[in-house]
């Protein structure tokens, strides 16, 4: 079975976010990063993985995906800050 993902992408320190799913993270960034997804991450530049979730499977990180979602923003900030007090992009760290 495959495993699922949940992502924060910013756009930058504080600024927009997105929640989204995945079972190929590194894939999914790629797309987002140049612009090959339309609607919201393309239209306001949110390409910057800052916190990501692996789950043992796609169902599994849909739910977690729904619950951080349900969230508040500074939940989310949380999250990323949990990880990722820097706010550097991991989609670097994912590739290598």
């Known amino acids: 079975m495959k495993k699922g993902y949940v992502y924060i992408l ?8 997105y929640t989204g799913v995945t079972s190929d993270i590194v894939k999914r960034i790629y797309e ?18 800052g916190y990501y979730e692996i789950s043992d499977n ?6 977690r995906e ?9 939940n989310k ?3 990323i800050e949990s990880i ?3 706010w550097d992009d991991l989609y670097y760290d994912i590739i290598n």
């Not at 796609?58 to 739910?63: L, N, P």
Request: proline share 2%; no cysteine; net charge positive.
């Open 10 to 17: 910013f756009n930058k320190r504080n600024g927009t976010l």
């Open 32 to 49: 987002h990063k140049n612009k090959l997804v339309d609607g919201f991450t393309k239209t306001y530049s949110v390409d910057k993985l």
């Open 58 to 63: 796609i169902e599994s990180a849909i739910i």
């Open 66 to 74: 729904k619950q951080i979602k349900a969230g508040n923003r500074k």
């Open 77 to 79: 900030l949380k999250l």
């Open 84 to 86: 990722n007090p820097n």
